[in-house]
């Protein structure tokens, strides 16, 4: 293959000509693992068995690896309908760790002198087990807790638990939200006010002399350094958020006149969520440090500096400045915070202060993945065409000239002409549609055609993938071509940001990955939206129309796995066509017994959904029962035919709202593969079961 590929603009096929780009007589698991490039974007965590199977790795457990595979087919076979979401607690630790230890190293490397704390912004990831499994595992680090809103103080406030973290409050504030702020301190919670509007000062000082409680400041700088990536515009003049440096100014002198500048003690500033370009984060560094120091002379006794958000997670393995990737690593990062807060300060002989990150993104993207099972798989039918018969006569009616000549397009295909052929193809194909709208051909005819432009479409493609470079106008061939497969989940609910943002996630099969994978395909979800499937996908190379996948059994299952969605993903999920929140379980590895189920959360049922658009089962079922009384008057439906639709219709309201594929859950019975024992684990309740911590959403 040709090296001039370059990300954003390549004319490289990758992964088709199977056995071509490889050269291998026998695929094994490492061409899997180089195909989906799994060492590029897993961290480590992720990696392929002997068997073929996706597994959580030692790295990221601290012990054994964890068949995912194996957990999947167990919880089915426990009762846990598709798709599911599986939260790594190992993964969570092991993230909380490696952060703190590259910023720990980097400040012994540097001889910087003060604390540095990570802090999680609750919106990255709202949900209680996350946050309480994060806390936990940052206690001993102090980790805090950022809130955007009212609503999220709350949460912090009470889930803070008076470890050595803090509570950074950001977002649009009312006097409830920082008079609730002020209070917290009472608990021994330290919290940061971070004035994200110069009118919020006013309220602070006035809520702080009500209550009679002193309050800690800080001061989010409008900076006009840019971030890097899809978020760039949350810095620079026009962003959102933050104080001018008029406003800064002006913040010094009215604290000074209410006699509470020595309250402010933070800085805080934020270029945006995964920041793509170190280059970047330098710049923001770099006129951050300048606006710190002059504060400080101002007489501003700042003990914090908050660098915000925006440690990116490498999506697709890249390590670019692509959009889902990063140039830099973790390392790199943490050595450049630190270096560039203490050497500047040094020069002025300013006290180190504390550093706290907001890296909620790079805390928790890698401790989800979503898992759902293929229903179906659909391609182009290459049906020979059959002969055409004279309905009058019986004779076989001889072939229109367009369809002979695009028989001859078909029978000749070769690498010498594989690029006029397509050309003709094309042409052929216009031209017996034009033929069709104008009555000269029929609908067999129109069938015929089509099969045979598929048929040479196809003999185009492969002649393609075994060449270095693919001409321009067949670049769109590939996607064209790819199969459908009907997947059991939702795009909307369990991975929004592809469809809203055309953020980019590792996809791929979780088992069966010592075969070659024979087919492309594209994935398309459960709901009746036309943008309700996935269609890009990570490349070693480049973002790629379709994704290499094994032919579809309809008798065996054949599980795929989304990673990387454990930021932001599970929140901003919608109701599209009202399909709800995915069963959700939190994995840890057991040493004893392999892995251990720490809680699961149900999903959403009908009636749950259903209730969150203010529909009442009991007054849908009193409606159901007028309905049928009308039909049994009318004659239309018998008494058993009435019983039975009101049996189903009170069984699918208590459903899930996704399809329950029994054929799967038969199939993962009858297997005689042996299943870990599951370790139980107690809830806060004292709840233990065979799926130890279950928890029910409900509508209320």
């Not at 951050?288 to 700042?302: E, H, N, S």
């Not at 050595?335 to 560039?340: H, M, P, R």
């Not at 379980?585 to 251990?596: A, K, P």
Request: net charge negative; charged share 25%.
């Amino acid at each position: 293959m040709g090296a001039f590929c370059v990300r954003g603009k390549c004319r490289w096929i990758e992964g088709l000509g199977f056995g071509t780009r490889y050269g291998v007589k026998h695929w094994t698991t490492r061409d899997s693992a180089e195909l989906y490039n799994i060492a590029g974007w897993s961290n480590g965590y992720f990696d392929i068995s002997e068997e073929g199977n996706v597994v959580l790795t030692s790295h990221a457990t601290h012990g054994g690896s964890i068949d995912i595979k194996r957990v999947v087919d167990d919880l089915v076979r426990r009762g846990l309908s598709m798709p599911l979401l599986l939260r790594f607690s190992d993964v969570l630790r092991r993230r909380v760790e490696e952060i703190q230890a590259a910023f720990n190293d980097k400040r012994q490397e540097y001889g910087y002198k003060g604390r540095y704390q990570l802090v999680m912004p609750i919106k990255v990831n709202q949900e209680k087990h996350v946050v309480e499994e994060l806390l936990e595992y940052g206690r001993p680090y102090g980790l805090g807790l950022e809130a955007g809103s009212r609503p999220e103080l709350l949460v912090a406030i009470a889930m803070m638990d008076k470890q050595d973290g803090v509570i950074v409050c950001n977002g649009y504030k009312d006097t409830a939200y920082i008079e609730t702020a002020l209070l917290a301190q009472r608990l021994g919670i330290r919290t940061l006010i971070i004035v994200d509007r110069f009118q919020e000062l006013a309220m602070i000082c006035e809520a702080s002399k009500r209550l009679g409680i002193q309050p800690n400041i800080g001061v989010r700088s409008k900076l006009a350094s840019k971030g890097s990536g899809r978020w760039a515009e949350s810095g620079g003049d026009r962003s959102k958020f933050g104080l001018t440096a008029a406003e800064l100014v002006s913040a010094v002198e009215f604290l000074q006149e209410q006699g509470m500048l020595d309250r402010l003690v933070c800085l805080h500033f934020h270029i945006g969520s995964q920041i793509t370009a170190i280059r970047a984060v330098k710049d923001a560094l770099g006129e951050a440090t300048r606006i710190f120091i002059d504060l400080y002379k101002m007489g501003a006794p700042l003990s914090y500096v908050d660098v915000g958000g925006g440690l990116a997670v490498d999506y697709d393995g890249s390590k670019t400045n692509f959009h889902a990737s990063k140039n830099y690593s973790l390392e790199e990062y943490a050595g450049d915070v630190i270096y560039a807060v203490g050497s500047a300060l040094d020069e002025h002989n300013i006290p180190h202060p504390t550093i706290i990150s907001e890296s909620g993104r790079a805390l928790v993207a890698h401790h989800s993945m979503l898992v759902f099972n293929v229903l179906g798989q659909s391609e182009e039918a290459l049906i020979a065409p059959s002969t055409k018969i004279d309905p009058v006569n019986g004779g076989e009616v001889e072939e229109h000239h367009v369809i002979k000549e695009l028989r001859e397009v078909v029978n000749t295909v070769s690498r010498k002409n594989y690029q006029e052929a397509y050309h003709d193809a094309v042409q052929l194909k216009e031209d017996a549609l034009s033929l069709y709208r104008h009555g000269i051909l029929d609908l067999r005819d129109r069938a015929r055609v089509e099969q045979m432009f598929w048929a040479a479409a196809r003999k185009i493609w492969k002649i393609a993938g075994e060449l270095d470079y693919v001409p321009e106008d067949l670049e769109g061939l590939g996607k064209q071509l790819a199969d459908t497969y009907y997947c059991n989940f939702s795009l909307f609910q369990s991975v929004p940001d592809f469809w809203a943002v055309k953020a980019l996630f590792p996809v791929m099969p979780i088992h069966r990955l010592k075969e070659q994978p024979t087919r492309h395909g594209i994935l398309a979800d459960l709901t009746c939206d036309s943008d309700g499937k996935m269609d890009q996908f990570i490349g070693l190379h480049d973002v790629k129309d379709s994704l290499e996948l094994h032919n579809f059994n309809p008798t065996e299952p054949y599980f795929l796995g989304v990673f990387l969605v454990g930021a932001y993903q599970e929140i901003l999920g919608d109701l599209h066509n009202l399909f709800g929140d995915v069963n959700a379980v939190h994995i840890e590895c057991d040493r004893t017994s392999g892995y251990s189920v720490r809680h699961v959360v149900e999903g959403d049922s009908v009636r749950d959904v259903l209730a969150y658009v203010s529909y009442d089962q009991r007054q849908l079922m009193e409606r159901l029962r007028r309905n049928i009384e009308l039909a049994l008057s009318a004659g239309t439906m018998t008494f058993e035919q009435s019983a039975a639709l009101v049996k189903h219709f009170e069984a699918g309201m208590s459903g899930y709202t996704y399809l329950e594929d029994r054929e799967l859950v038969s199939t993962l019975l009858s297997s005689i593969v042996p299943t870990p024992k599951l370790a139980v684990v107690p809830d806060n309740n004292g709840f233990t079961s065979n799926l130890p911590g279950t928890q029910q959403k409900t509508a209320t």
